[in-house]
């Protein structure tokens, strides 16, 4: 069984184009984020939210918006997409959000923008 | 100032030996979580260990041990035997408290592992 999945796990688009990522978790947890991690491996914190209600809104693009329709769900929307914003994406998960709760990853979404 | 350090070039081991990789860390939080994560070429992230500021014990998890000192605020993981599915970059991560039940994950930059047959 995927614990946290993702799709689609590849994703070429061009310039301007709006495109969404989902991501689901069967592990029952209460809180999800999106990371962002680009081309030089680094890895950064974009969102999270918990049951359904956004917590951190890290400094991302308002062309960026997370929509969570239920707690085991919470898919990434990209507007009018840039070049700059080719990455892999990844959607993680934690029981709740504290400090000693692991976050668990999804396999990554590779978004390739032309 | 980074808040997780990982300054080492790409390490080298050769198969069954150990290997340390080194993490600092910077923190004025006095409960915090660090962790490893793995992340092979096939690119998923793959949580390794766990390690709590509270605790006093240092954690182990197979052959994945992690070398907590607290006072230099560093957490080195330690690889035991190691196998030539051990080459992958290397994470770590620390968890401090933000806001309410939740807090993030901040990761330093990645060492590169490779293990020679």
């Known amino acids: 069984d995927t614990a946290v999945s993702q799709t689609p796990k590849y994703l070429v688009t061009q310039m301007g184009n709006d495109k969404s990522i989902k991501c689901e978790q069967n592990l029952g947890h209460d809180t999800m984020y999106w990371y962002k991690q680009d081309s030089k491996k680094f890895l950064k914190i974009m969102f999270s939210y918990n049951n359904k209600e956004l917590i951190i809104n890290e400094t991302v693009p308002n062309r960026f918006s997370p929509k969570s329709p239920d707690k085991a769900h919470l898919n990434l929307h990209i507007n009018s997409l840039e070049l700059g914003d080719s990455a892999v994406y990844f959607c993680?998960?934690?029981?709740?959000?504290?400090?000693?709760?692991?976050?668990?990853f999804g396999p990554g979404t590779r978004l390739t923008v032309l | 100032a980074q808040k997780i350090t990982q300054t080492q070039p790409g390490m080298f081991v050769q198969e069954k030996e150990a290997v340390t990789l080194d993490c600092t860390y910077d923190?004025?939080?006095?409960?915090?979580?660090l962790f490893w994560y793995k992340q092979p070429s096939s690119g998923e992230m793959i949580f390794l260990i766990y390690q709590g500021s509270y605790d006093e014990q240092n954690a182990t998890e197979g052959r994945y041990s992690l070398n907590f000192q607290k006072a230099r605020k560093s957490a080195n993981l330690v690889i035991s035997a190691s196998q030539l599915g051990d080459s992958a970059m290397y994470f770590c991560?620390?968890?401090?408290?933000?806001?309410?039940?939740?807090?993030?994950?901040?990761f330093g930059k990645g060492i590169t592992l490779s293990v020679r047959p």
């Open positions: 923190t004025s939080d006095q409960s915090y979580g």
């Open positions: 991560a620390m968890r401090e408290y933000y806001t309410g039940a939740n807090s993030k994950l901040t």
């Open positions: 993680a998960s934690s029981p709740l959000g504290t400090t000693r709760d692991t976050q668990y």
